[in-house]
């Protein structure tokens, strides 16, 4: 995959990523911001339902009042009569049950007198009731209370001929007085004062409570809104005692609040994500654009370098062609070897053969043919051809006023590429002379990692300005440059610790930047594969 088909899709994913995340976080809020609306209209529903259960209730509470005065007036006595009359003047009820302190039935008088049709029907269906013990509960209970200071009282239900039928009980601890009051009755004191129908006016909403018993049967209703058949209520809450199995429904049309917030916050989140995917866009339009640009200086730099070289080659060979006539001629002559200009042209061949193998390095580069960068190992003394480079760039540095130490301890012969090592320290000593000069001092040191002399490591340090931890990796790059202040006025192609990292890994080895020895100053260290000398070629 090219540089640049990364960069877009590294682009890319940097504009979707974050669209989608926001994205999906936004819709889940939306929709529990949705939830929570249509949370709080069914609740404000309810709340609507709950006054009316209090309504209901205050209507209880008022006919409870009645019951216990009615209860307390009866007459302490066994004699039904006055009991039968006493029940007849009570506008609630007519009928009703007296238990004495052991729960024993008083009235009607089963069995110990004369009793109504009506009295023994009503007996029947309370049976249950007071030959099971419930009033008998009721009357201990009233017993137990009466010690603390007062009666206790409650309702009780039960059904007979299709619909609800509910007893009133007062206990005093001598006595348990039930008084009968009807579903019908009761429900019949609800109505007069629960809602009623209004006449129905434009723009009302279309709404309907109904009021079920326990069977489920709609008992009252008021509202206009005709419920479908499988329309189910916006809320539902069972009413207080004595009608804790009846129930208030409340149906409505759909609010539109909770889509009205739903629309709005999709509104607001879409136009969020289109200002997101904008920002996002023109950032990555910016990196794209600078990351063109840097390709296109970049290639105009290789061009530049490429035609550099090229140049170079011709005047080169001149002078490469007419230094082996001087060494003809000196030959001819039979000048000694320790003649200066006999030294001087073996610098001269020297070094004209090391600018050769860098141009074509650089071609290498340039062409896009980096790995096919080659090594040609030799046996050499890895110790010389550190001495060689420094006697090299002895004078730059000299002039640089650098000055150079040197602990050197790999004088064992091996093979290795010495062209290709002359360049990699070539490359770290030039940079040393640019980058480090105002430190004023190198030192280079060789070493054997193992006795047996086959990993060499090179160093060569300085005291400098020094590298960042986090730039250590980038200086190997083509073309980079670290901050303008140590780059300004500086030349250089700025290919040449990418060409050495390259050629130390040909070697089998490495180059990098590791701490140093100080506080300030860059060390790189060179660590290659030497083989041993009377290994074959």
Known sequence: MTPNRRLALLLVAMVLLPLVAVGVIGWRLVGDQEALARHEVARAFGERLKSLDQAVQTIVRGLERDLARQAAGLPRTQDPQPLREALARMPRTSLGLVLDGRGRLVFPPLGHGEVSQHELAFLERTRPIWEGGVLEAAALLGELDGKGGGPD??????????????????????????????????????????????????????????????????????????????????????????????????????????????????????????????????????????????????????????QVSHELK??????????????????????????????????????????????????????????????????????EVVEATLATHGPALAQAKIAVETELAARRTVRVDPDALEQILSNLLSNVEKYAR???????????????????????VDRGPGIARAQREQVFEPFWRASDKLSDGVTGTGIGLDIARRLARLHGGELRVVDGEGPTGATFELAIQAEPADKEA
């Open 153 to 306: 009282r409650g309702w009780l239900g039960y059904f007979f001929g299709g619909g609800q039928h509910f007893l009133w009980w007062l206990a005093d601890g001598k006595r348990v007085v039930a008084l009968d009051v009807s579903g019908i009755d009761l429900m019949t004191e609800l109505v007069s004062q629960l809602p009623d129908t209004p006449l129905p006016v434009e723009g009302d909403v279309a709404e309907r409570t109904v009021l079920a018993d326990a069977t489920g049967r709609v008992v009252y209703q008021w509202g206009h809104r005709e419920p479908a058949r499988d329309e189910k209520p916006k809320a539902t809450i069972g009413l207080s005692e004595p009608l804790e199995s009846w129930t208030l429904k409340h149906y409505a049309a759909e609010s539109s609040l909770p889509g009205a917030i739903a629309g709005t916050l999709k509104t607001a989140l879409v136009g969020g994500l289109l200002a997101l995917a904008l920002a996002l866009g023109a950032g990555a339009w910016l990196i794209w654009r600078a990351r063109t640009r840097e390709s296109r200086l970049a290639a105009q730099r290789v061009s530049f370098v490429n």
């Open 314 to 383: 011709t005047p080169l060979t001149s002078i490469r062609m007419y230094a082996e006539l001087l060494e003809q001629a000196h030959a001819d002559a039979e000048l000694p070897a320790d003649d200066p200009a006999v030294r001087h042209l073996a610098v001269i061949t020297r070094e004209s053969d090391r600018l050769s193998r860098m141009i074509k390095n650089v071609l290498t580069f340039a062409r896009g043919q980096e790995d096919r960068l080659a090594i040609a190992r030799r046996a050499v003394v890895p110790d």
């Open 438 to 460: 105002a430190g004023g001092w190198v030192k280079v040191s060789t070493r054997w990692l193992d006795e047996g002399g086959g990993r060499l490591v090179v160093r060569v």
